[in-house]
Structure formats: structure tokens, C-alpha cells
């Protein structure tokens, strides 16, 4: 069936460093992905999406990389910082479906 | 403000006691969807919507119903909630089908006794 998963539940890092967040997803199908971001105790945010007609974009302090070939997915966040600290969710979009990866928990060491 | 509203936030019910969980959005999006979370489950989608009267199912759709009667709302109904249905809802909106950036709700937290 289709997945996406994530290669670390939980991924710990030092303030100012940078951090990679990694997603495998299963569906050929999938022509569009997307990093949520979620705090504790509120619902999902968007931070960056790629379409599948390009394999890097960049935002503010944020990533992603798409490896179509290997169906893999990333999330880079430079100069980590607190307010970094977070579960990461990777999610796929084959059609009007979105799939979900169960999640990184991101933790920043002051 | 731009947002989407859920309500209510907590409720705590028994088997069998028919619910609904309200979802309402101020951006004018086509698309809307329920998904549940679940630990070790991450989020899955039980249905979506992509405009009025156009429901579809996502992965784990049994138990639910939507409705998408206005172009705002996309209620959850649970005619016979049972005790694995207990879990965190979020409902989400985005202006085009899936491919857009998707606001979510604040959460619904339920629990089905």
C-alpha cells in the first residue's frame, strides 16, 4: 500500500547547527510534497512544499530536496534555533489525497 | 484573521451516541479534509472534499461521514462512535485540491468511552 515514512523518530541537535530531516515516500504517483511543522498541542503548519517538476527549493532558513529517483524527501533547516523544536511531517499528494509520514520529533539543545 | 475553527475542542462521549464535529473556514477554499492523529500513526486522512457537494474518502474513512453543504463547512459525523475512534482530529483547508498549502484546525481532542 502506499506510505511515507520517516527514517528517524526523533532527531537531537544543537542550537546553531544545521538539521536534516528525512523522508522516504512509496507512491510514483505523487507529483506533490510538503514539510509540516507541529508544536506541541497545536494542529500541523505548512513550511515548504516541491512539486515533483524540480528537485530543490529553498525558503527562510528552510530546504527540501526531492530524489525522485530513490523517492526520497528532505528537510534542511540552517542555524537551528528553539523555536525549532518541533515534530516534523512529511506528506505526499497523489491526486487529491494526502499522506502523512508518522513524524520527527526535532529537539534543540540550547 | 484567516483561519479554521473546529468545535468542540474536547468532548468525551459514550459508544453508540451519535456526534458531530463542526468545521468552519473564512478563506473561500475549495478543498477541505478531516484527518485523525494517533500516536505512531501520525496524521491519516479519513475524507476530503474539493468544493461543494464533492466528498471522497482518504484512507481510514470507516465510521465517518462528511457532508460539504457550503463552501465553509465540512462537518465530521460519527453516527456510532466506538472506543477506537478515540483520538485528535484536525480539520484543514487549502484553496486548490491538495496542492496548496493547507491550513489546519486548533484540533479536536475525543474520547469515546
Known amino acids: 500500500g502506499e506510505s511515507v515514512g520517516l527514517h528517524l523518530p526523533t532527531l537531537s541537535v544543537q542550537e546553531g547547527d544545521n538539521s536534516i530531516i528525512n523522508c522516504a515516500y512509496s507512491n510514483s504517483a505523487s507529483d506533490y510534497f510538503i514539510w509540516y511543522k507541529q508544536e506541541s498541542g497545536k494542529g500541523p503548519q505548512f513550511i515548504i512544499d516541491?512539486?515533483?517538476?524540480?528537485d530543490k527549493r529553498q525558503g527562510q532558513r528552510v530546504t527540501v530536496l526531492l530524489n525522485k529517483t530513490v523517492k526520497h524527501l528532505s528537510l534542511q533547516i540552517a542555524a537551528t534555533q528553539p523555536g525549532d523544536s518541533a515534530v516534523y511531517f512529511c506528506a505526499e499528494s497523489p491526486g487529491g489525497k494526502l499522506i502523512f509520514g508518522q513524524g520527527t520529533e526535532l529537539s534543540v539543545k540550547p | 484573521e484567516a483561519q479554521v475553527t473546529q468545535n468542540p475542542r474536547y468532548l468525551i462521549t459514550v459508544t453508540g451516541k451519535k456526534l458531530t464535529v463542526t468545521c468552519s473556514q473564512n478563506?473561500?477554499?475549495?478543498?477541505m479534509s478531516w484527518y485523525r492523529q494517533d500516536p505512531g500513526l501520525g496524521l491519516r486522512q479519513i475524507y476530503y472534499?474539493?468544493?461543494?457537494?464533492?466528498?471522497d474518502k482518504g484512507d481510514v474513512p470507516e465510521g465517518y461521514k462528511v457532508s460539504r453543504k457550503e463552501k465553509r463547512n465540512f462537518p465530521l459525523i460519527l453516527e456510532s462512535p466506538s472506543p477506537n475512534q478515540t483520538s485528535l482530529y484536525f480539520c484543514a483547508s487549502s484553496s486548490l485540491a491538495g496542492h496548496n498549502e493547507q491550513f489546519f484546525g486548533p484540533g479536536t481532542r475525543l474520547t469515546v468511552l
Open positions: 516541491i512539486r515533483s517538476n524540480m
Open positions: 478563506m473561500n477554499h475549495e478543498y
Open positions: 472534499s474539493m468544493n461543494v457537494e464533492v466528498t
